[in-house]
């Protein structure tokens, strides 16, 4: 079966800039979308086909997919962007979501 | 506004059987793909399974397959996941979301409920 796998961890300095990978068997083939999971939350869909932010997502949220890899980056980060982050992809239609990593805005 | 209430959750005893309801509001319910995702206690988010607007479409993922059966009534826009058999490992917040799809393989969930919990324990 298809895996996605992310970092558990990530650390931020608050206005410093996050990078999430998600690294996957030829991912740049596929669509890569993004989740925001804060705590005791549902996840909010961040990003979706590859780089698009749904209306209401701040600028400072980017994705690019290229590769084996998908990449979520956070600009100028804040300390409301603390959350888990999960990446998901689709394979035979089945959706198959990334092992989430934690971002931490020390 | 586009809304996902999930009801139906609750403790079961393993190998016993339980019913989850999705109730859509603020969106035309029979134009969309709609699946459950669960997330067990402190762990990562796991697609569940998936249904196509008319129903003639469903997929799972492999754990479940033969013991839950996703289905919809559009007259009533909701969403069901019928469960049985259920074990321990089946312990998890149970989403309901909305797939847009854009086109094959192109596709996202958005939105999603509140989730509703789903313990099997004896």
């Known amino acids: 079966s298809y895996e996605l796998t992310q970092p558990p961890s990530v650390s931020v300095s608050p206005g410093q800039t996050a990078s999430i990978t998600c690294s996957g068997d030829?991912?740049?083939?596929?669509?890569a979308c993004w989740y925001q999971q804060k705590p005791g939350q549902s996840p909010v869909l961040v990003i979706y086909?590859?780089?698009k932010r749904p209306s209401g997502i701040p600028e400072r949220f980017s994705g690019s997919n290229s590769g084996n890899t998908a990449t979520l980056t956070i600009s100028g980060t804040q300390a409301m962007d603390e959350a888990d982050y999960y990446c998901?992809?689709?394979?035979?239609?089945?959706?198959?979501f990334g092992t989430g990593t934690k971002v931490t805005v020390l | 506004e586009v809304q996902l209430v999930e009801s139906g959750g609750g403790l079961v005893q393993p190998g016993g059987s339980l019913r989850l309801s999705c109730a859509a509001s603020?969106?035309?319910?029979?134009?969309?793909?709609m699946s459950w995702v669960r997330q067990a206690p402190g762990k990562g988010l796991e697609w569940v399974a998936n249904?196509?607007?008319?129903?003639?479409?469903?997929y799972y993922v492999d754990s479940v397959k033969g013991r839950f059966t996703i289905s919809r009534d559009n007259a009533k826009n909701s969403l069901y996941l019928q469960m049985n058999s259920l074990r321990a490992e089946d312990t998890a917040v149970y989403y309901c979301?909305?797939?847009?799809?854009?086109?094959?393989?192109?596709?996202?969930?958005?939105?999603w409920g509140q989730g509703t919990l789903v313990t099997v324990s004896s």
């Open positions: 979301a909305r797939v847009f799809v854009y086109s094959y393989g192109n596709s996202w969930f958005d939105p």
């Open positions: 603020g969106f035309t319910f029979s134009s969309y793909w």
């Open positions: 249904i196509k607007q008319d129903g003639s479409e469903k």
């Open positions: 030829k991912l740049g083939d596929k669509y």
């Open positions: 086909q590859d780089s």
């Open positions: 998901q992809a689709w394979d035979s239609s089945r959706g198959v």
